[in-house]
């Protein structure tokens, strides 16, 4: 992956964000956690903001259906990828009903997280998307 980009982690430290942290600084991809919607939202209203947010599923004051709705800048929007612990059928489904990029659940294998980063920040004018899947469950 390329140090230029940024990711945004949110959820606490004992959320699967935190695990996620380790593998995406292992792929070299810069990365800044905060633990609530509202920290989010700040962030990713000013300029330069990530190229993607992984948030988890429940966080402590909203959830991640709250951070589709950040404005498009220059850039676009950044990518929504909801991270789970363990895998969720019906938390995929609703993710990808209501828009998110993609949904992954720990444990992270390199291969399959470089490709969610390389494909999220894509130029998705081209109509290029991820198809994510659920490891070995349900």
């Keep these: 992956m390329a140090n230029e980009i940024m990711a945004l982690l949110v959820g606490d430290e004992g959320d699967a964000v935190q695990g996620l942290k380790t593998a995406l600084r292992g792929q070299s991809v810069n ?3 905060v633990n609530s919607c509202k920290e989010a939202k700040s962030i990713l209203q000013k300029q330069d903001r990530p190229a993607i947010v992984f948030t988890g599923a429940k966080l402590a004051d909203g959830a991640w259906t709250d951070l ?9 929007r950044p990518e929504v990828v909801v ?3 363990q895998p969720d059928v019906d938390l995929y489904l609703s993710v990808m009903e209501r828009g998110a990029f ?3 659940a720990a444990p992270f294998a390199p291969a399959e997280l470089a490709h969610v980063v390389r494909c999220a920040t894509h130029d998705s004018s081209k109509g290029w998307r991820v198809r994510s899947y659920l490891a070995a469950s349900a």
């Design 68 to 76: 589709l709705e950040s404005p498009a800048g220059e850039s676009g």
């Design 83 to 85: 991270v789970s612990s």
């Design 31 to 33: 990365t800044r956690q």
């Design 102 to 104: 993609d949904f992954i």
